[in-house]
C-alpha cells in the first residue's frame, strides 16, 4: 500500500445523505401521478440518467416530468422540490475538512445534475472545498463510464494507487479499483475515517 496523493469523493451517500421520497411527496401533492409512480421515477429511470449524463438541459427535464406527471406548479417550485433532499453526513463533513487541513488535495466525482449542484452551492459551504469536480452532467458520462473516471485523472493529474476514492456503490468502486486506484467501499463514516487514516493520510 502506498500513501495516496489525492482524495476522491462521492456526494452522494458519502458527504451527503438525500432521499428522493422528500421531493417526490412535494410535487405529487401537485399532479396527477400517484405517488409511488412519482417515486418510481427518480429510482434510476432513463430520464433522470439522460439528464444526468447532459443529454437533456434543465428546461427539457421539467417539461418530461410535467408531461408524465401531471405537475401543475412553476419551474422554480419544480426545481426546488427536487433539489432540497440532501443533508450533511457530519463525520464525512469532518473527515474531508481534516484532509484539507493535511494538505491533502481533495475532489468530488459525482453522477449528478445542475439542479443539485445548484442548491448544494447555495446551502452547504464544505461544498467549495475541493481542488476540483468532476460531475456526470458537464462530462457526459456516468459512474462506472470509463470516460468519468478518465476525465477525474486528466483533471487531477495523478492515476491508479496515487487515488484514493470513496463511493458507496458497488459497481462505482469497481470502475477504479479497475484503473487501479485504492479504493473504500463506504458502508458507514466511522470505518471510511478508520481506512482513510490506516493510508497514512491523517497523520
Ligand atoms: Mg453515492
Keep these: 500500500m502506498i500513501k495516496p496523493d489525492i482524495v476522491v469523493f462521492d456526494l452522494g451517500k458519502v458527504l451527503l445523505d438525500f432521499d428522493y421520497s422528500i421531493a417526490a411527496r412535494k410535487i405529487a401533492a401537485q399532479a396527477t401521478l400517484p405517488l409511488a409512480e412519482i417515486q418510481k421515477m427518480f429510482d434510476h429511470t432513463p430520464l433522470l440518467y439522460r439528464y444526468e449524463t447532459g443529454l437533456m438541459t434543465q428546461a427539457e ?24 433532499i440532501f443533508w450533511e453526513i457530519p463525520k464525512m463533513v469532518e473527515l474531508h475538512a481534516t484532509l484539507r487541513q493535511r494538505g491533502v488535495p481533495t475532489y468530488i466525482f ?18 467549495a472545498n475541493f481542488d476540483g469536480y468532476i460531475l456526470s452532467y458537464e462530462v457526459r458520462a456516468m459512474k462506472p463510464d470509463p470516460r468519468i473516471y478518465e476525465a477525474l485523472e486528466e483533471l487531477s493529474g495523478k492515476r491508479g494507487p496515487e487515488i484514493l476514492y470513496l463511493d458507496d456503490r458497488q459497481e462505482n468502486v469497481d470502475g477504479g479499483a479497475a484503473r487501479g486506484w485504492q479504493v473504500i467501499l463506504q458502508t458507514d463514516p466511522a470505518h471510511s475515517r478508520s481506512l482513510v487514516e490506516g493510508l497514512g493520510l491523517l497523520n
Design 61 to 84: 427535464f421539467f417539461e418530461a416530468v410535467q408531461q408524465i406527471t401531471g405537475f401543475q406548479g412553476t419551474s422554480e417550485e419544480f426545481s426546488s422540490f427536487f433539489a432540497d
Design 110 to 127: 459525482s453522477n449528478t445534475n445542475d439542479l443539485a449542484i445548484l442548491h448544494i452551492r447555495r446551502n452547504f459551504p464544505f461544498f
